[in-house]
């Protein structure tokens, strides 16, 4: 089992910056990749940004520009630094890991955490 702390949302102005972190405690081997999706209240949960074990990246059309992922193995840690932030990017921010454990591949996610972006 793996489980994922989060930490960093909030409440910020439009134009303002966010860290999100995102820590996989437990049986952490072969996590193949991890990510972020959020959702927006009456909206569907999308992708945010992900990084592969190796380092590849895939963002939002929406976040291309504004949004950073990266990954510290040693902490394995998660982060998504988000700048110039939008009324828009405000929702439920959840952090995703999948592992692969021979042909089985199992998601987590994390509980959750706010971010609100005013206007």
């Known amino acids: 089992q793996v489980q994922l702390v989060e930490s960093g949302g909030g409440l910020v102005q439009a134009g303002g910056s966010l860290r999100l972190s995102c820590a996989a405690k437990g049986s952490i081997f072969n996590i193949y990749v991890m990510g972020w999706y959020r959702q927006a209240p009456g909206k569907q949960r999308e992708l945010v940004a992900s990084?592969?074990?190796?380092?590849?990246?895939n963002y939002a059309d929406s976040v291309k520009g504004r949004f950073t992922i990266s990954r510290d193995h040693a902490k394995n840690t998660v982060y998504l630094q988000m700048n110039t932030l939008k009324p828009e990017d405000t929702g439920a921010y959840y952090c995703?890991?999948?592992?692969?454990?021979?042909?089985?591949?199992?998601?987590?996610w994390g509980q959750g955490t706010q971010v609100t972006v005013s206007s």
């Open positions: 995703n890991a999948e592992q692969l454990l021979g042909t089985v591949v199992s998601r987590y």
């Open positions: 990084i592969t074990s190796g380092g590849s990246t």
